[in-house]
């Protein structure tokens, strides 16, 4: 593995804000945050993508994500909280370790998180329903 920006957070060798610290897990502010408080939760061990993840990692990222969103709430007295996790490039995942962000919304706020609504074909969702069924 080349050199992992979150491993090196994680180890402390690279400086950040952290807002909660365990063996397993760290939770940091986002140098560049869609809004001010956007944290950051990720596993200390280095996992590239959500599926490296173990079952038990899985569990605790998605706790501590709501820890995070609740304090969140509590302390900035934000309207809402997106929780966004990106799998891949295409995906927009930047760094290649997996994490979750943690984001603090407020009415008119400006940040836009919308996609086009695609619709399917008859019979397509059915296609498409018989191809990952199997597989989960």
């Known amino acids: 593995m080349a050199e992992c920006l979150f491993c090196n957070i994680?180890?402390?060798?690279?400086?950040s804000m952290k807002v909660y610290e365990d063996n397993q897990?760290?939770?940091?502010?986002?140098?560049?945050?869609?809004?001010?408080?956007?944290?950051?939760?990720?596993?200390?061990?280095h996992a590239e993508t959500l599926m490296d993840l173990t079952e038990e990692e899985m569990a605790g990222i998605a706790l501590l994500s709501q820890r995070v969103a609740g304090a969140l709430k509590k302390a900035l007295n934000c309207d809402g909280t997106n929780l966004l996790q990106n799998n891949g490039e295409a995906a927009g995942q930047l760094i290649f370790h997996a994490h979750f962000h943690v984001i603090p919304r407020f009415k008119d706020d400006g940040l836009q998180l919308k996609w086009p609504r695609n619709l399917y074909s008859e019979?397509?969702?059915?296609?498409?329903?018989?191809?990952i069924a199997p597989l989960v």
């Open 10 to 15: 994680a180890a402390g060798k690279v400086a």
């Open 25 to 45: 897990f760290v939770a940091f502010f986002d140098l560049y945050p869609a809004n001010k408080g956007h944290v950051l939760v990720a596993p200390k061990r």
């Open 123 to 131: 019979g397509e969702m059915e296609q498409y329903k018989n191809k």
